[in-house]
Each structure stands twice: as structure tokens, then as C-alpha cells.
């Protein structure tokens, strides 16, 4: 499929007049509006290359890793707290109002990855299988988790190493709505019926705003446990 640039997400950098297609991001976990082509960000935001054919080039040798595997289409999708890797600079990715962030981060801190629990699923011989926002599906032995908390995920050695609680007091990342990118700390959860789902009121600072559940991503719980955007 194809993307014209008109109809290309806002936060892209991309001229929007000069060709009429654009990178069309593949199929996965994060939809147009929450996710970026890998050939966008090397070419656009990192500028590592100044078109289409040295992009290619980058990702064909092997230079580019996402959360530790290596990505040779420029079409994979980057989304919500991704590790990339690119030569010997590690970035993660951290939402902002026009899009996202790179954080540079050091390699000790790029094999952790923190995965949100969207939802599980019961299985056969008691086992239980977490889905996690960025599509990624893991098999545990204990039905210790509930939906919202967030697993930190070793990407190396491809097992959860802790667990950081949806609970009053947990640091957390706001990710969607008028305070995207802001870090904060849950004050109150609220369970409310309806289309809209729970509400979460989150202490920013001095003040205290109240957003949807969803957007809440826990990140710590007295502080965060990776490096947060600057």
C-alpha cells in the first residue's frame, strides 16, 4: 500500500509537497497515528541519510536494531518506548504533543525495555499470556499481573525482570492527551462505567489533572526506573 504525504500523520517531518507518496509504515502493533517508518526516522528526523537509496543502504548492512533484533525494512514501524540502536548511538522513544522524542540512553539501560499489560489471556496447564503494547506476547506461570502494571522486559536475555505496579503513588508517563510526555504520580484511580473507561488523577508538579487510563504508563514506582526524556 501506499501513503500519500497529505494524508501522512501530522508529527512526521516530511514536506508535504514535493513528492506524492510518502513511507507507508507495515502493518503491527501501533497504529499511522502512533508510530513513525524506520526509514522516516533515519532519514527525516536523524538525517543519517538523504534519501530513500542511502537509507536502504543503512538498514541492508545491518547497522539498525529495534529492542535488540536487527530491522532491515525501512517500513517497520517505531513506536512508544522503543530501543533503537543505530552504529554505536541507543535512543529510546519518548512521546511528545508533535510526535516523539529520541532519548539517548547508554547501553546498560538499552537492553531493559518497559512493556505495558494491555490485557491476558488464560491458557492450558495454568499457564498465562501477557499482551503488551507493543505487540509482543509472553508466556508466565503465575497470574500475578494485572492490566495496566508494566513489566520491565530484559531484551537480551528475553524475560521479565521486574514489575512496576498500577497502583496510587506509582511514578507514571503520560502518554496521550493534552499533557503528553509529562511525567507524574498517580493520586487516585477511578473506576467509572461507560465508553470512556477508568479515570486516572495524576499529581504534575503542584497541580493535579485527571486523564484516561489509558494514557497512563507506569514508569517507576517512589521514581522512575529508566532514564525519562529531557
Same mark, same amino acid.
Given at each position: 500500500?501506499?501513503?500519500?504525504?497529505?494524508?501522512?500523520?501530522?508529527?512526521?517531518?516530511?514536506?508535504?509537497?514535493?513528492?506524492?507518496?510518502?513511507?507507508?509504515?507495515?502493518?503491527?502493533?501501533?497504529?499511522?497515528?502512533?508510530?513513525?517508518?524506520?526509514?522516516?526516522?533515519?532519514?527525516?528526523?536523524?538525517?543519517?541519510?538523504?534519501?530513500?537509496?542511502?537509507?536502504?543502504?543503512? =538498514? *541492508? #548492512?545491518?547497522?539498525?536494531?529495534? /529492542?535488540? &533484533?536487527?530491522?532491515?525494512?525501512?517500513?517497520?514501524?517505531?513506536? +512508544?518506548? !522503543?530501543?533503537?540502536?543505530?552504529?554505536?548511538?541507543?535512543?529510546?522513544?519518548?512521546?511528545?504533543?508533535?510526535?516523539?522524542?529520541?532519548?539517548?540512553?547508554?547501553?546498560?539501560?538499552?537492553?531493559?525495555?518497559?512493556?505495558?499489560? =494491555? *490485557? #491476558?489471556?488464560?491458557?492450558?496447564? /495454568?499457564? &498465562?499470556?501477557?499482551?503488551?503494547?507493543?505487540?509482543?506476547?509472553? +508466556?508466565? !506461570?503465575?497470574?500475578?499481573?494485572?492490566?495496566?502494571?508494566?513489566?520491565?522486559?530484559?531484551?537480551?536475555?528475553?524475560?521479565?525482570?521486574?514489575?512496576?505496579?498500577?497502583?496510587?503513588?506509582?511514578?507514571?508517563?503520560?502518554?496521550?492527551? *493534552?499533557?503528553?510526555?509529562?511525567?507524574?504520580?498517580?493520586?487516585?484511580?477511578?473506576?467509572?462505567?461507560?465508553?470512556?473507561?477508568?479515570?486516572?488523577?495524576?499529581?504534575?508538579?503542584?497541580?493535579?489533572?485527571?486523564?484516561?487510563?489509558?494514557?497512563?504508563?507506569?514508569?517507576?514506582?517512589?521514581?522512575?526506573?529508566?532514564?525519562?526524556?529531557?
Amino acid at each position: 500500500m501506499t501513503l500519500k504525504r497529505l494524508n501522512a500523520p501530522g508529527f512526521w517531518p516530511i514536506a508535504r509537497k514535493t513528492k506524492k507518496f510518502v513511507i507507508d509504515p507495515s502493518p503491527g502493533p501501533y497504529g499511522k497515528e502512533k508510530c513513525i517508518p524506520l526509514g522516516i526516522l533515519i532519514r527525516d528526523v536523524l538525517k543519517y541519510s538523504e534519501n530513500l537509496s542511502e537509507t536502504k543502504q543503512i =538498514l *541492508n #548492512k545491518g547497522l539498525v536494531r529495534v /529492542d535488540g &533484533i536487527v530491522r532491515k525494512s525501512y517500513k517497520f514501524p517505531i513506536g +512508544l518506548l !522503543d530501543v533503537i540502536n543505530i552504529g554505536d548511538e541507543i535512543f529510546r522513544v519518548f512521546p511528545r504533543k508533535r510526535g516523539f522524542h529520541l532519548q539517548k540512553i547508554e547501553k546498560d539501560e538499552s537492553k531493559i525495555k518497559p512493556l505495558k499489560v =494491555l *490485557n #491476558k489471556k488464560s491458557l492450558k496447564k /495454568d499457564r &498465562i499470556q501477557l499482551n503488551l503494547h507493543d505487540g509482543k506476547n509472553i +508466556l508466565v !506461570d503465575k497470574n500475578v499481573y494485572k492490566t495496566g502494571d508494566v513489566v520491565l522486559f530484559d531484551l537480551e536475555q528475553k524475560k521479565i525482570i521486574d514489575t512496576l505496579m498500577y497502583k496510587r503513588g506509582a511514578t507514571v508517563l503520560i502518554t496521550g492527551g *493534552n499533557r503528553i510526555g509529562d511525567i507524574g504520580i498517580i493520586e487516585d484511580i477511578m473506576s467509572t462505567r461507560g465508553f470512556e473507561g477508568g479515570k486516572v488523577v495524576v499529581k504534575i508538579g503542584q497541580g493535579l489533572i485527571e486523564t484516561k487510563r489509558d494514557y497512563v504508563f507506569v514508569i517507576g514506582q517512589e521514581k522512575p526506573a529508566i532514564k525519562v526524556s529531557e
